[in-house]
T-cell receptor
Framework: EDKVVQSPLSLVVHEGDTVTLNCSYE??????LLWYKQEKKAPTFLFML????IEKKSGRLSSILDKKELFSILNITATQTGDSAVYLC??????????FGKGTKLTVNP | DGGITQSPKYLFRKEGQNVTLSCEQN?????MYWYRQDPGQGLRLIYY???????QKGDIAEGYSVSREKKESFPLTVTSAQKNPTAFYLC???????????FGPGTRLTVT
């Protein structure tokens, strides 16, 4: 059975801290791994990763994929209160469908 | 502005009634998707469509139906056969296979 596991499920930090969110997966016919940020309603797209070892970066956020060990990490440096959200990891299978993890709820306190 | 719209934001229904959730996109995307999100759970795929007049069941299609008569529109009907319909429903679209999906704002359905 395909599965995507995110850890931790919940995390509370102070502004300025650096956080690392984890996503491990077991899916058939892996095509890509995606990260989304969900604040209150619609998840917003952050990154799509298809190749191992190539870091994707956007401002204070970065992500990398390890296809050998079947995991990805999402790093957020110098966290701000606006980073508080649920971060979703999803893996696209060969059938073109996404399998989502349960998400990591990040709370950044001032 | 290009985007995905879902209506209504909140919907209340009595048990035994069918209800249709709207999803429209003006991104010229070929593929559209419906997901359900329950508290503490990941998003689960209900139905998806890659082209007009064609759609496929996702992982939890029982009790739901869809249509794709126009490229821009992918309405979801929650039928009375769906045993636990109360949930947050998200619609998404993507350019085509292999591209990231973009999500609408969601509809929170409550059935009592």
């Amino acid at each position: 059975e395909d599965k995507v596991v995110q850890s931790p499920l919940s995390l509370v930090v102070h502004e300025g801290d650096t956080v690392t969110l984890n996503c491990s997966y077991e899916v058939t016919n892996f095509r890509s791994l995606l990260w989304y940020k969900q604040e209150k309603k619609a998840p917003t797209f952050l990154f799509m990763l298809t190749s191992s070892g190539i870091e994707k970066k956007s401002g204070r956020l970065s992500s990398i994929l390890d296809k050998k060990e079947l995991f990805s990490i999402l790093n957020i440096t110098a966290t701000q209160t606006g980073d508080s959200a649920v971060y979703l990891c999803a893996v696209e299978r060969g059938s073109e469908k996404l399998v989502f993890g349960k998400g990591t709820k990040l709370t950044v306190n001032p | 502005d290009g985007g995905i719209t879902q209506s209504p934001k909140y919907l209340f229904r009595k048990e035994g009634q069918n209800v249709t959730l709207s999803c429209e996109q003006n991104l010229n995307h070929d593929a559209m998707y419906w997901y359900r999100q329950d508290p503490g759970q990941g998003l689960r795929l209900i139905y998806y469509s890659q082209i007009v007049n064609d759609f496929q069941k996702g992982d939890i299609a029982e009790g739901y139906s869809v249509s794709r008569e126009k490229k821009e529109s992918f309405p979801l009907t929650v039928t009375s056969a769906q045993k636990n319909p109360t949930a947050f429903y998200l619609c998404a679209s993507s350019k085509m296979r292999g591209y990231e999906q973009y999500f609408g704002p969601g509809t929170r359905l409550t059935v009592t």
